[in-house]
C-alpha cells in the first residue's frame, strides 16, 4: 500500500512540475509572427506612417522597434528587438468611408483616416474602433483665382445675395472638411445641400468623389470651390488653380477650432487576435509623430517619397496640420463637438445617435492598445 501511495506521489510531483515547465515555456514563447494589412489615405495627415517607416532603424535605438523593408512602400517586417512580429503589407486605399469600410471587410486592419467616417462607421454598428489620437486641423476653403471673395465674411455676403447655387465641391459625404464647411453654413443662416433640382439654395455642395478630383473639378469649372484637406489646397495655390479664402478651423462658430481630423483605427477582429503587432506599430507611430514636431525636413521628405507631391507643396501644407497621438481633455472636448455636430447633421442613425459625447467612447474607441504603446516606449527609452 505504502509503494503505491509512493508512486501516486512520485506521479502527482512529476505531473505538476512538467505542467509547470509547460507553462513557463510557453509563458516565454514569443506570438507567432502575423500578417497585419494597414492602410493609409496617401495625403500628409498621415505623414507619421511615412516617417515611422522611413525612419525605423533611427528610432530602433530607442524603443527596439524596427523594420526590415521587403518591398519599399509595401511589405514590411516589423522586428521587436531583433525578433520578427509580424509582416506589414502597406496599402493606399480610399479616403473617408472609403478606409473604414475597408477595415470592416478585413481588405485591411488597421486604417488611418478621418474621425468622422470612423465614427460613422461605428454607428452603422461596423466592428470599426478608434484606437489613437493622429492629426487635428488642416483642412481649408478653397476658391478659383477670379472669384470675386476674398475673404469668409465676403463669401457670405455673396451666397446670401446670389440668384443661383455657388456650387462648393467636397470629396466625400461624411469628409471632415465638408462636415466643418456645413456647420458654418449652418451657422450664417446659408441655405445649402446637394439636390441640383432644388433653386431655392445660395450654396450647392457637389460630391467630386476624391480628393484627387477637387482641384481637376475646379480647374474644369465643375465647382466653383471646394471644403478639402492639404496638401490638395497647397496644390492649388502652387499650380495657380485656386486660392485659399480661409483655415476652416478659423470658421464660425469656432466649434471646430483645432479640430480632430485623422485617428487610427482597426477592426475589432486584430485588436483581438494582434494586438502585439499593433502596439509596436503604434510605438513606430509615437516617434514619427515626435520627428514631424521637431525636424521638418525629415517630415517634408517623407511625406514628397510617398505621396509624389513637391516640396514647396508639403512646407507649405505640413505646418497648416497639427500631429498628435495624446488623447487629451482638449481632444476629447473637441471629439465631442464632432459628435454633436454629427447629430445635429442628422448624419447618426444607428448605434451613436442621441448619444451623449461622454457615452460614444463606451461604443466607438479602443484606446488599450495606445495606453500599452506609451508604456512600452517609455519603458524602453527608461531601459527596462
Known amino acids: 500500500m505504502k509503494k503505491i501511495m509512493w508512486r501516486l506521489t512520485a506521479v502527482l510531483i512529476g505531473t505538476v512540475f ?15 509572427p502575423v500578417t497585419l494589412k494597414v492602410g493609409h489615405v496617401g495625403h500628409d495627415h498621415h505623414t507619421a506612417l511615412f516617417v515611422a517607416l522611413d525612419n525605423a532603424s533611427e528610432f530602433a535605438k530607442q524603443s527596439g522597434i524596427d523594420v526590415k523593408v521587403i518591398e519599399d512602400r509595401k511589405f514590411y517586417e516589423l522586428l521587436d528587438q531583433g525578433k520578427k512580429v509580424a509582416d506589414l503589407e502597406i496599402l493606399k486605399v480610399g479616403g473617408a468611408s472609403k478606409m473604414p469600410t475597408a477595415l470592416a471587410q478585413d481588405v485591411i486592419e488597421v486604417g488611418l483616416g478621418g474621425v ?23 483642412d481649408m476653403f478653397v476658391v478659383k483665382p477670379d472669384f470675386p471673395a476674398k475673404t469668409w465674411k465676403e463669401f457670405v455676403e455673396i451666397a446670401k445675395a446670389t440668384d443661383k447655387p455657388i456650387r462648393i465641391g467636397y470629396k466625400n459625404p461624411v469628409a471632415v472638411a465638408k462636415l466643418v464647411f456645413e456647420e458654418a453654413l449652418k451657422h450664417e443662416g446659408i441655405t445649402f445641400g446637394g439636390d441640383p433640382a432644388r433653386t431655392d439654395l445660395q450654396v450647392q455642395m457637389i460630391n467630386v468623389k476624391g480628393g484627387d478630383k ?4 475646379l480647374g474644369s469649372n465643375v465647382i466653383e470651390g471646394y471644403a478639402g ?40 477582429k ?5 494586438s502585439e503587432a499593433i502596439v509596436d506599430l503604434m510605438v ?29 507643396v508639403e512646407r507649405m501644407s505640413i505646418p497648416t ?29 444607428g448605434k451613436l445617435k442621441d448619444l ?29
Not at 214 to 217: G, H, R, T, V
Not at 270 to 274: F, N, S, V
Request: proline letters at 7%; charged letters at 25%; hydrophobic letters at 40%.
Open 116 to 138: 468622422a467616417p470612423v465614427l460613422a462607421s461605428a454607428d452603422s454598428g461596423a466592428p470599426v474602433k478608434l484606437i489613437a489620437p493622429l492629426h487635428y486641423k488642416g
Open 356 to 384: 451623449e459625447p461622454t457615452e460614444v467612447p463606451n461604443v466607438a474607441y479602443d484606446l488599450t492598445l495606445l495606453e500599452k504603446a506609451r508604456n512600452k516606449l517609455a519603458e524602453r527609452r527608461a531601459g527596462k
Open 18 to 32: 512538467l505542467t509547470g515547465c509547460k507553462q513557463k515555456e510557453e509563458a516565454e514563447t514569443p506570438a507567432a
Open 214 to 217: 477637387l482641384n481637376i473639378s
Open 229 to 268: 484637406n492639404n496638401p490638395f489646397p497647397a496644390i492649388a495655390v502652387e499650380t495657380g488653380a485656386g486660392r485659399i479664402i480661409c483655415d476652416l478651423e478659423d470658421l464660425p462658430p469656432g466649434t471646430f477650432r483645432d479640430h480632430p481630423c485623422c485617428c487610427i483605427a482597426a477592426n475589432t
Open 270 to 274: 486584430a485588436i483581438e487576435g494582434k
Open 321 to 349: 496640420s497639427g500631429y498628435s497621438m495624446e488623447p487629451t481633455e482638449r481632444w476629447n472636448l473637441t471629439m465631442g463637438k464632432w459628435i454633436e455636430a454629427m447629430n445635429g447633421l442628422d448624419i447618426f442613425k
Open 284 to 312: 513606430l507611430f509615437m516617434q514619427g509623430t515626435e520627428t514631424i514636431n521637431s525636424d521638418l525636413d525629415k517630415a517634408v521628405a517623407s511625406a514628397v517619397r510617398w505621396i509624389g507631391t513637391s516640396e514647396s
